[in-house]
């Protein structure tokens, strides 16, 4: 079977990564605005909300095909741990998605890739979809040790993770440079490191498992870039900050994949 017969195998999903924004009312107001642009969309749709808004978000769904995610999640059950939610909390508020190890937590909140690996095996036992984050920094590419730094990521993150659980992750692969930047990867560098996630999965887990595997690319993806780099054979997809905040963006960008 050709590369491209395998793209068709895997589902193409478009989420958006509000960050912190969006108050309730307005997290309202743009589902609203967004449901007519993404129905009957040929991809998944997800909206990745701050934890107030989810419950607005799942109530403001309801009807469509857009799913919900949170933007993190923590690795124990329940417990001691000020200010976190656990996966079974986002679960019981009807989020189906959480991003997991995104770059501004690594930078900012101390994620490492220990904690993404637990933080993945947690949505997973909980029933969560996680799109987990991989990525180099400007300097690692400068340095050319990109393909070192995503593959051991990758390989961190999948850690006691078995095939049948790693089946149901999706990896975002977004260059930090390219996160909030206006500067995107090119095409061509989305598909070499989306292919080299999928060369590493599939020696983690074989052939089968690693071409069912959904790969994102992110890093200020929009509507002008969008079509170019979803065309790619080993891109499904893309997480999306900044152009998911406008819904007329993210049903350009939401079409692109169709
Ligand atoms: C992101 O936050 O995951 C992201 C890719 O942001 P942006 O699209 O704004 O670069």
């Not at 993404?38 to 107030?52: H, M």
């Not at 770059?103 to 933080?119: A, H, P």
Request: aromatic content about 6%; proline content about 2%.
């Amino acid at each position: 079977m050709g590369e491209n017969m395998n793209k068709n195998l895997r589902k193409a999903v478009i989420a958006g990564n509000w960050k912190m924004n969006k108050t309730r009312g307005e997290a309202a107001a743009i589902i609203s605005a967004l449901k007519p642009l993404a129905s009957g969309a040929n991809c998944d749709v997800v909206i990745c909300v701050p934890f107030t808004a989810l419950e607005t978000a799942v109530e403001a769904v309801k009807g469509t095909a857009i799913k919900v995610g949170a933007q993190n999640v923590h690795f124990e059950a329940n417990g001691a741990y000020t200010g976190e939610i656990s996966a079974a909390m986002l679960k019981d508020i009807g989020a189906e998605y959480a991003i997991i190890g995104h770059s501004e937590r690594r930078q900012y909140f101390g994620e490492t890739d220990e904690t993404v690996n637990l933080r993945t095996k947690a949505a997973l036992n909980a029933g969560l979809i996680p799109i987990t984050c991989v990525g180099e920094l400007l300097s690692e590419r400068q340095a050319g040790i990109t393909e070192e730094v995503v593959s051991r990521q990758v390989k961190l993150a999948f850690a006691e993770i078995d095939a049948a659980q790693a089946a149901k992750v999706i990896v975002a692969y977004e260059p930090v440079w390219a996160i909030g930047t206006g500067e995107t990867a090119t095409a061509e560098q989305a598909q070499d490191a989306c292919k080299l996630i999928r060369d590493r999965l599939c020696g983690l887990y074989g052939k089968e498992i690693s071409d069912s595997i959904t790969i994102q690319y992110g890093g200020s993806m929009n509507p002008k870039n969008a079509a170019e780099l979803l065309a790619k054979t080993d891109v499904d997809g893309g997480l999306i900050g900044g152009a998911s905040l406008k819904a007329e963006d993210f049903g350009v960008i939401i079409g692109a994949a169709n």
